[in-house]
């Protein structure tokens, strides 16, 4: 019997601005920023990048080279790429994580 596995696009479950905002905060939750960009850049292609570029005023060029692993998107860019996707960057107070030490009795 032979698995089947097939290829998984998470932009394809990107479907609602709910969806893209819980998506964008898990990944700014790891501080990694090009692990971001490249979330962004899946967000992007979710929303299609055509018609992102659109929206925004910036060349497709410009949100692919932003937005890949590598990339390194300017405040601006990402302003103008949250505001057209529907969502907003906001702020909260850092809380380190609880680590919980295991007792032994």
Partial sequence: MSDNIYDYDPA???DSKDAIAIFLADALETGDSGYIAKAM???A???GMAELARETGLS???LY???SGQG???LKTMLAVT???GVDLTTRPHQ???VVQNSQA
């Fill in 12 to 14: 394809a479950a990107l």
């Fill in 41 to 43: 850049g899946v967000v």
């Fill in 45 to 47: 292609r979710a929303k």
């Fill in 60 to 62: 497709r060029e410009q």
């Fill in 65 to 67: 080279r932003s937005f």
């Fill in 72 to 74: 390194n998107p300017t």
């Fill in 83 to 85: 505001r057209a996707l």
């Fill in 96 to 98: 380190e994580p609880v």
